[in-house]
C-alpha cells in the first residue's frame, strides 16, 4: 500500500493534498527567492523583469493559498500545484535574464520547466493529480528546481522565504486558480 491510500485501496484525499501542498508551497517558496534575487540583483535595464518575476511570486502565492481554502480535491489541489510551477518558472526566467546563460542558470531554468511540465502533468486528465507515479516525478522535479536554483545562487539554502504581497483576490482569481 502506497502513502496515497488507505486500507481499502481508494485514494486518500488527505494525503494527497499534503502532497500537492508541499509541491505549491515549494514552488511558491521559489518563485518568492527569486523575485528578491532579480530585484536584489537586476539593474534598471531589468525593470521588465523585476515585474515579472514579482507577478509570478504573487501568482504563485495566490495559488498556494488557494489550495488551503477548500475541502480536499486532488484534481483542484494539483492544479493549484501546477500553477505555483508554472509561476516559479516564469520568475526563474525572469532570474535567468538578469544571472546570463552561465551554465548554473541555464540549469536551473531547465529545471524550472521540468517541474513546471511535471506538475502539470500530474494534473492533466485523466489523472487529474490522483497518479501516485506522476506525482512523485512531479514531487522529483519541484527538487531538483530548488536544488539547480540554489546551485545558481538564487536561492539561498535555509534562507528565510521572503514575503510576498499577494494583492487583493477575487472570486474571478480562485475559480481561475481552481480551473
Given at each position: ?99 546570463g546563460d552561465a551554465e548554473p542558470s541555464s540549469r536551473a531554468f531547465q529545471a524550472a520547466l521540468k517541474a513546471s511540465q511535471a506538475a ?59 480551473f
Amino acid at each position: 500500500m502506497n502513502e496515497y491510500s488507505n486500507r481499502e485501496g481508494q485514494t486518500d484525499a488527505a494525503a494527497l493534498r499534503k502532497s500537492h501542498a508541499a509541491r505549491a508551497e515549494s514552488a511558491a517558496a521559489r518563485a518568492a527567492a527569486l523575485s528578491r534575487y532579480v530585484e536584489q540583483h537586476g539593474s534598471d535595464q531589468h525593470a521588465d523583469a523585476k515585474f515579472r518575476a514579482a507577478h509570478a511570486a504573487r501568482i504563485a502565492a495566490q495559488a498556494f493559498a488557494v489550495l488551503g481554502e477548500g475541502a480536499p480535491a486532488a484534481a483542484a489541489d494539483s492544479r493549484c500545484a501546477r500553477n505555483a510551477a508554472a509561476s516559479a518558472a516564469q520568475a526563474s526566467q525572469a532570474a535567468q535574464l538578469v544571472h546570463g546563460d552561465a551554465e548554473p542558470s541555464s540549469r536551473a531554468f531547465q529545471a524550472a520547466l521540468k517541474a513546471s511540465q511535471a506538475a502539470a502533468t500530474a494534473a492533466s486528465a485523466p489523472h487529474l493529480g490522483t497518479d501516485v507515479d506522476l506525482n512523485t516525478e512531479a514531487d522529483a522535479a519541484e527538487r531538483a528546481a530548488v536544488s539547480a536554483a540554489e546551485s545558481a545562487g538564487w536561492v539561498q539554502p535555509g534562507e528565510e522565504v521572503p514575503a510576498v504581497e499577494m494583492g487583493i483576490r477575487s472570486t474571478e482569481v480562485h475559480s481561475m486558480m481552481h480551473f
